[in-house]
């Protein structure tokens, strides 16, 4: 069983940047995917960024060229930097993980979230 921790939401003003930072509780043996989704209240949950166990990443149009996700080496930790936050980022920031379980099925954990705040 593997726990995600996130930890960098805070408040900011637009144009500000944030670190979010994603640690998992245990090495993942066969992991396919770390990354960032959110939620804005009202709306559905929605993917911000992955990064498969291949390093392939893929982005929502919307923060490509502002957002970036890398990982540590040991694939303990999954960060999100956030440049030129706007204000339609707020949101709470969820991390997402999925893998192969010993049993060969695939498996999903979440983290709580972190809420991001970007004020006009």
């Known amino acids: 069983q593997v726990t995600l921790v996130e930890s960098g939401g805070n408040l900011v003003q637009a144009g500000g940047s944030l670190t979010l930072s994603c640690a998992a509780s245990?090495?993942?043996?066969?992991?396919?995917?770390m990354g960032w989704f959110r939620q804005a209240p009202g709306l559905e949950r929605e993917l911000v960024g992955t990064?498969?166990?291949?390093?392939?990443?893929k982005y929502v149009d919307s923060v490509k060229g502002r957002f970036t996700i890398s990982r540590d080496y040991n694939w303990n930790t999954v960060y999100l930097q956030m440049n030129n936050l706007k204000p339609e980022d707020t949101a709470v920031y969820y991390c997402?993980?999925?893998?192969?379980?010993?049993?060969?099925?695939?498996?999903?954990?979440w983290g709580q979230g972190t809420q991001v705040t970007v004020s006009s």
């Open positions: 990064i498969t166990s291949g390093d392939d990443i």
């Open positions: 997402n993980l999925r893998g192969i379980s010993d049993r060969m099925e695939m498996y999903e954990a």
């Open positions: 245990v090495r993942i043996s066969r992991l396919i995917s």
